[in-house]
T-cell receptor, first 115, second 114 residues
Framework: EAQVTQNPRYLITVTGKKLTVTCSQNMNHEYMSWYRQDPGLGLRQIYYSMNVEVTDKGDVPEGYKVSRKEKRNFPLILESPSPNQTSLYFC??????????????FGPGTRLTVL | AQSVAQPEDQVNVAEGNPLTVKCTYSVSGNPYLFWYVQYPNRGLQFLLKYITGDNLVKGSYGFEAEFNKSQTSFHLKKPSALVSDSALYFCAVRDMRRAGKSTFGDGTTLTVKP
């Protein structure tokens, strides 16, 4: 089954404790992206990657890191989490054959709470 | 900079009535517009998109959307709402000049009452 998977689905942590949220897709998509969803703010793009070793900032990259060493994986790293990073996080992927016209496929989400 | 506005946080309709969820956008180049739906405790699912051509786009589950360039709008519509259409709807825009950048609206909660 074609899908985007995220782990963990739920995470409660404390301020300053480094964490990684993994994202993997099995559709051989070039493009991957991370979003955070907050009430009243919709989805905001954190980082995206057009292909392996190619990443770029979205609208809210502060406090986050990403890497794209393999095509299928795009982990989101919080080096020193803070309470304002408490949010619902989504990973998405798509092809790039159509450029900006391609539809994104979303993972199930990761609910992160930073105490 | 590109932006999307969904002016209504909440839309309530009765089952069987037509529904409209509004979206306006701002982008420098040609817009590529998308609608996604999010059911409770789920990720976003694609509904439909406008790339070029016919201004009326048909998508999944009987939804359609009308692209209006002069009003910079891309409203989502359905002729007859179902209770199962109740969900959170997001409009999104991408710009051909910066293909990786994707901007979503704040979302509109649609509630369809029996």
């Amino acid at each position: 089954e074609a899908q985007v998977t995220q782990n963990p689905r739920y995470l409660i942590t404390v301020t300053g404790k480094k964490l990684t949220v993994t994202c993997s897709q099995n559709m051989n998509h070039e493009y991957m992206s991370w979003y955070r969803q907050d009430p009243g703010l919709g989805l905001r793009q954190i980082y995206y990657s057009m292909n392996v070793e190619v990443t770029d900032k979205g609208d809210v990259p502060e406090g986050y890191k990403v890497s794209r060493k393999e095509k299928r994986n795009f982990p989101l790293i919080l080096e020193s989490p803070s309470p304002n990073q408490t949010s619902l996080y989504f990973c998405a992927s798509s092809t790039t054959s159509g450029g900006a016209t391609d539809t994104q496929y979303f993972g199930p989400g990761t609910r992160l709470t930073v105490l | 900079a590109q932006s999307v506005a969904q002016p209504e946080d909440q839309v309530n309709v009765a089952e069987g009535n037509p529904l409209t969820v509004k979206c306006t956008y701002s982008v420098s180049g040609n817009p590529y517009l998308f609608w996604y739906v999010q059911y409770p405790n789920r990720g976003l699912q694609f509904l439909l998109k406008y790339i070029t051509g016919d201004n009326l786009v048909k998508g999944s589950y009987g939804f359609e959307a009308e692209f209006n360039k002069s009003q910079t709008s891309f409203h989502l519509k359905k002729p007859s709402a179902l209770v199962s259409d109740s969900a959170l709807y997001f409009c999104a825009v991408r710009d051909m000049r910066r293909a990786g950048k994707s901007t979503f609206g704040d979302g509109t909660t649609l509630t369809v009452k029996p």
